[in-house]
């Protein structure tokens, strides 16, 4: 096998040894229209230069077209045309040093979910030990040049020993794996040094209780790996959240179906089981299992998941429907035309995890940072040993003057930059009632220059307030209310907000697309459109219309709308003043979109765009290098919101829109945007001090541990302290007032 270059990447999982029982990758191939497709799951991909170069050695292969892994998911999606044999892919990833496997959803989230778990057991025994050995090693540091007797000392050391050897052991599994996985392949990421370091100090601090030395270094190992592992817990935990957004969309996929057969009988299936042409039945409340054509019937149809307008649609036959779409009023018989993984919402978790995978610039500069971390300090450490041996000194000095050196450059300052300053930001916006969820969300905040809005749901309150109730009396109200309890359609559910709770009318007759139509007290009462009741239609209008007719007396016209929110005209005047442009995209009619654009001072707004037509104007945005911020609460914003530089939801929002969102904020007020861009850029302040502070920590440390100043004892203390440094400066977050 070839020797993988240094990725530099903290594994924390190594490469599968063995790939040679996976499934046939062959099997998994995709024919989609001008070639082929296949995804596969990566193992060992923890960082940016791990993209680069999986994606480059793939799309070296001949006729590969597209190569793209999502880091958060483990997913490695690749287009091609010709000839080429799925084998040649996998090998060409293998031999980079990863373990790769056609994408199974469930085993990755398996496999991720078992990694969090070693995590969390590594970081508590890590942690339980150092404070224990901390406890001793006080007393031997407060006893030195006294009267702690040798044997006492001894002791301390052996228990010290005791308890940090075998925690040590286990709390570093995720970084001894991963150097020694990296090791058999013939390079040496970041974990090698870190794991050379650890055992240094145990070997060496084993040497001095067992000689009788003075000073032991069992905290300092140990030390090391708790701060460590705490960076990389954040790291698993962030990249957790951003993989919620896929699987809340998919949760939109009905998982089984009704087929119907040749001879017209009815067959329950999954929606996996569901090819092109085949016939299924829709009844009322069914989830639309994939992309489809009606048949027969006439139904309302929820087509959110396209438009965000609450208002159904009429599904006649001939019309397509998507995958996610529900039924509403009546049975529909359907035609299969893709199967699950060509549907609408596929496209759409394609979407969002194509969007998942930029980072930001603090992130790829610590990524950068760990890469030239490891020949570095390799470097300085074989300068040090061999340099203390020319001089004259033994090799016992030599080895503990380089552990030193390996000890006190570990870049546990660099790698809490970032997460430390995040954590208490994200902590103080959550008291606040603001939810951050993306580990560099507030980094991209502080950038936007443009902020794009949702109508429905993100402007809007997202229900349908009925704005004429006094156009009917006490007792015409009574009657139609009877009959709108009786349907789903938003309108009939503001006209029964409006009028409470009751009885329903008798024979109800509901007609889709049209209105509804019941008898109440020997009345016949019929709501719904214009010509439906008889009325004159007034052509397009600027909000939700119904009519309704009670026995012969003439319609009366109802109107509705979609209110703002209270702050929503504020809050837009707000961001103008703090420098963003802003602009609203929505899936509603043009009228009713120019409407709300016009009460919110909004002067560029776009209506009538599909999910994928907003996910397109966002990646516009990105290609012309300007950082966009999307504000959205649908299930059709959330393709948009992942390409989004970055992007926010209220907490009203869908399941998917919330989790493809990095912020999602309670309550009713769309304040909480600008008090999240206030810390966003106070954030960003703190993340730049620490950076210059760690950078200036290892250029002033490193010399005096080369020099021998420093011991393994306080190298140990210094890595901690530069640590304990940069959480304090993130902890002054905490003592910011509200943002306004």
């Not at 599968?16 to 029982?21: P, V």
């Amino acid at each position: 096998m070839k020797p993988a270059p240094d990725t530099g990447c903290p594994s924390g999982l190594a490469p599968a040894e063995n790939e040679t029982s996976a499934p046939d990758p062959a099997a998994f191939v995709r024919k989609r229209e001008g070639g082929k497709e296949l995804e596969l799951y990566v193992r060992g991909a923890k960082c940016a230069g791990c993209i680069s170069k999986i994606e480059k050695a793939v799309t070296a292969l001949d006729g590969v077209e597209e190569a793209r892994l999502n880091l958060s998911t483990g997913k490695l999606h690749v287009r091609w045309q010709g000839g080429l044999a799925p084998a040649r892919v996998t090998s060409a990833v293998a031999e980079l040093g990863y373990g790769v496997t056609p994408f199974d959803p469930v085993a990755a989230e398996e496999e991720k979910d078992a990694y969090g778990r070693l995590l969390i057991r590594s970081l508590a025994v890590a942690g339980f030990a150092a404070a224990n050995i901390m406890l001793l090693s006080v007393s031997v540091w407060a006893a030195n040049g006294g009267e702690m007797g040798e044997a006492t000392r001894r002791l301390f050391h052996l228990i010290s020993g005791l308890i940090a050897i075998p925690a040590a052991l286990y709390a570093g599994r995720p970084f001894f794996s991963s150097a020694w996985g990296a090791l058999k392949q013939g390079h040496a990421n970041m974990d090698v040094p870190i794991s050379l370091a650890v055992f240094l100090a145990l070997g060496v601090s084993l040497s001095e209780a067992l000689m009788g030395g003075v000073h032991a270094y069992f905290d300092a190992a140990v030390m090391l790996l708790f701060f460590l592992l705490i960076g990389r817990w954040l790291d698993h935990h962030l990249r957790n959240k951003a993989r919620s957004a896929a699987r809340d969309l998919l949760a939109l996929q009905a998982t089984t179906a009704t087929r119907l057969d040749a001879g017209g009988h009815a067959v329950s299936v999954t929606s996996k089981d569901i090819a092109p042409g085949d016939r299924l039945r829709l009844g009322a409340g069914d989830r639309v299992p994939v992309d489809v054509t009606v048949l027969e019937g006439e139904s309302d149809v929820d087509v959110a998941l396209l438009t965000g307008e609450p208002i159904p649609i009429t599904a006649k036959p001939g019309d397509r429907l998507s995958g996610g779409a529900v039924n509403l009023s009546h049975t529909l018989i359907v035609r299969a035309e893709a199967d699950v993984t060509s549907s609408l919402v596929a496209d759409l978790v394609r979407l969002v995890e194509a969007g998942q995978q930029t980072k930001g610039r603090f992130t790829i500069l610590a990524d950068r940072a760990a890469r030239a971390y490891v020949p570095i300090v390799h470097t300085l450490a074989a300068v040090t040993f061999a340099g203390w041996l020319f001089f004259g000194a033994g090799v016992r000095e030599a080895i503990m003057a380089a552990t030193a050196v390996l000890i006190i450059t570990c870049p546990c300052a660099l790698g809490l930059a970032t997460p430390a300053v995040q954590v208490v930001a994200t902590g103080q916006l959550f008291r606040r009632g603001i939810l951050v969820k993306s580990g560099d969300a507030l980094e991209r905040l502080a950038a936007v220059r443009h902020v794009v809005f949702d109508k429905t749901g993100t402007l809007t309150r997202g229900q349908l307030s009925w704005l004429n109730p006094d156009a009917l009396d006490t007792d015409q109200l009574s009657s139609v209310a009877q009959l709108a309890r009786a349907s789903r359609h938003p309108i009939a559910r503001a006209i029964v907000v409006h009028a409470g709770g009751g009885p329903v009318a008798d024979t109800v007759d509901e007609y889709a697309g049209l209105g509804v139509r019941g008898t109440v007290e020997g009345r016949e009462i019929l709501l719904g459109r214009a010509e439906f009741v008889g009325a004159e239609d007034p052509g397009q209008a600027a909000g939700p219309m119904a009519w309704v007719r009670i026995g012969e007396t003439a319609p009366i016209q109802l109107r509705f709308a979609d209110t703002l929110r209270k702050d929503s005209i504020r809050t837009i005047e707000n961001l103008k003043e703090a420098g963003p442009t802003v602009s609203l995209l929505s899936g509603d009619r043009a009228a009713s979109v120019e409407a709300i654009a016009r009460e919110t001072g909004i002067d560029d707004w776009t209506a009538e765009v599909t999910p994928q037509d907003k996910a397109e104007v966002l990646k516009s945005y990105e290609t012309r290098g300007i950082m966009t911020a999307m504000v959205g609460d649908g299930i059709n914003d959330a393709p948009a919101m992942a390409h989004a530089g970055v992007s926010l939801s209220p907490g009203t929002a869908a399941d998917a829109a919330q989790s493809a969102a990095d912020f999602v904020f309670q309550g009713e007020e769309l304040s909480a945007i600008i008090e999240a861009r206030g810390m966003a850029l106070r954030s960003k302040r703190h993340i730049l001090q620490n950076f210059a502070f760690a950078a200036a920590y290892n250029l002033v440390a490193a010399p005096l541990a080369m020099a021998g100043i420093v011991t393994p004892l306080i190298a140990a203390l210094a890595m901690s302290g530069s640590s304990l440094i940069v959480t304090l400066n993130a902890l002054r977050l905490a003592g910011g007032k509200k943002a306004t």
